[in-house]
């Protein structure tokens, strides 16, 4: 097994890469009960660089029993809401004391730019643990004037209580690993529950080494387990689970649906953030370079594996030859390279799979008639690099404007006026969010209520606040995450009515 060894990694990245990966289950580090593993390849190279446990249903069998005994062990139990806030302030501080090696692993793993795994991954991470450990201490119920009307005699005192929902199973995509990791792992803990993570197969290292540093935060054994593994073996056993009483899932809309109908069977409380295909919509007063400049960081960021990436571009007629060359002539300054180069602004594709699947996607729209105004290919033989691509040309139906690529790949559309536009931004199945580039408040104003996505950014993209909430209306999804509603997704209201 080897590295890129153009580029050297810390000390501490190089060790945590060469120990043996095991599972944590109930604070014990064990490989899957059948011993399989599975494969850790560098997107950068091709190359096999790690092997994680392949566990199965026995294995996550064993994780949930694990979390609930800790749920219910009174270490846990009996902590306080500031135990579990100076834990999670605790586990934010340990992420950052070790953010280089994090952002190393992250790298190797998923293939992005460290300067931007660092930058986004790890810092972002890091701020949302401080965030919602700040919420452990505000979670309330209310006091209730009750009526009770056949009760006229007596008096009541009635009031609500919020309670962790139990066990959490977290199952996380590969895009943003620790990160992802973070927002699940985070309110979950913050609200009492114990957890159960599984990480995506493509990137599961970042999750390990995160449990590594709960353990020595000092969250109690067994509130957080991480189990490796198949989405169809593991994650499919955990979303069945009849001892899990959350899932919360991240990744695409068809696994998504696959997740709830299994937690559907046990009533399992089930938060989904799923794909989208978001508009970023440019105005004929918009300034066409800068418009130009946040429509290719919207899709190109993180190679455009960003559930909300700016896949669709619509820009207004009087302006759309300049902002489409200008988006053209972004995408080919972009340096792509391996992650561990301080040069490269881009990376690899996560897989094979996935760099296939974009190819695949950008091959559609040729056949569909659409233009290729730059990229379109592989670059190279080795790794998984794919030119950032501009088409342009192709209709609503075509399949690249309608399903999520999940890559560098923009299709690009002008309109005439704003009910053709919102039509064009409404019209996939997906509702997670749109970016408007102009400064006519009017027409801004106008637009905002008529666009169905749960996120609608105005002269930016992408820009996340832990305390906005973020989620999807129509396929992308179900439930928000951030902000104080997330608490309400991890507890139970209990009603309280004494007659005194
Ligand atoms: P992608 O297709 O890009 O890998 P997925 O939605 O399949 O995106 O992956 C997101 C997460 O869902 C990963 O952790 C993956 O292991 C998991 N997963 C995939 N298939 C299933 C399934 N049938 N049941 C539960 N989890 C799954
Ligand atoms: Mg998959």
Known sequence: MSIDHEFPLSEAAARFIAAPKKNLIGGHWCEAQSGL??????????????RVPAADAADIDQAVRAARSAFESQ??????PIDRERWLLKLAELVEANAQELAEIETLDNGKPVTLARRVDVTQAADFLRYIAGWATKIEGSTVEASAPAFRKNEFFA?????????????????????????????????????????????PLTALRFAELALEAGFPAGVLNVVTGFGHIAGAALAAHPGVNKISFTGSTQVGKLIGKAAMDNMTRVSLELGGKSPVIVLDDADPKAAAAGAANAVFFNMGQVCVAGSRLYVQRGIFDAVLEGVSAGAQKLRIGPG???????????SEKQMNRVRGYIQSG??????????GERIGERGYFVKPTVLTGLGEQARIVQEEVFGPVVVATPFDDLDEVVKLANSTPYGLAASIWSNDLKRVQRLIPRIEAGTVWVNCHGVMDNALPF???????????????????????KSVLMML
């Not at 997107?43 to 790690?50: D, K, N, R, S």
């Not at 040729?366 to 990229?375: A, H, K, P, Q, S």
């Not at 129509?474 to 209201?493: A, F, P, V």
């Open 366 to 375: 040729i056949d569909d008639g659409g233009r290729v105004l730059t990229g």
């Open 340 to 350: 561990l180069d301080p040069n490269s602004q881009l990376g690899p594709l996560v």
């Open 159 to 203: 009031y609500t209580r919020r309670e962790p929902v139990g066990v959490v199973g977290a199952i996380i995509p590969w895009n943003f690993p620790l990160l992802m990791a973070a927002w699940k792992v985070g309110p979950a803990l913050a609200a009492g529950c114990t957890v159960v993570l599984k990480p995506a197969e493509d990137t």
């Open 37 to 50: 593993t599975l494969d850790v390849r560098n997107p950068a190279t091709g190359e096999v660089f790690a």
């Open 75 to 80: 270490g846990w139990r009996g902590a306080r």
């Open 471 to 493: 989620g999807g209306y129509k396929q992308s999804g179900i439930g928000r995450e951030m902000g104080s509603s997330l608490i309400d997704h991890y507890t139970e209201t």
